[in-house]
């Protein structure tokens, strides 16, 4: 059975950290693209980073560059994202997503079509 599962999410205080996992089952990661992407309360889902399948590589939103890195793990088929000084803007459901078509990634939420069940992050003081 096809399925991404994410964990690590949880409530911070501004300035916190917290990695997210994705685990994928029924698939092999690597061979596809991935995305973690966001919805905040009354705010369309936007694409937060990704990571490529064809040569690894990676992009970002502007509004986490350099405070958020995702990483792959092949031997544990998992995806990363360790998210770093985060702030209350931050706060959304997360979820990670798979890409079936292109294996280069990219940040638009319609480019994926199999999304894990997601996990609230939550940055207050």
């Known amino acids: 059975q096809l399925q991404l599962v994410e964990s690590g999410g949880g409530s911070v205080q501004p300035g916190g950290s917290l990695r997210l996992s994705c685990a994928a089952s029924?698939?092999?990661?690597?061979?596809?693209?991935i995305g973690w992407l966001r919805q905040a309360p009354g705010q369309e889902r936007e694409g937060v980073s990704c990571?490529?399948?064809?040569?690894?590589?990676?992009r970002y939103a502007d509004s986490v560059k350099g405070r958020f890195t995702i990483s792959r793990d092949n031997a544990k088929n998992t995806v990363y994202l360790q998210m770093n000084n985060l702030k209350p803007e931050d706060t959304a459901v997360y979820y990670c997503a798979r890409d079936s078509v292109f294996r280069l990634c990219d940040l638009w939420t319609g480019r994926y079509d199999t999304w894990g069940q997601g996990t609230q992050v939550t940055v207050s003081s």
């Open positions: 029924g698939f092999t990661l690597n061979n596809y693209a």
């Open positions: 990571i490529s399948s064809s040569d690894g590589s990676t």
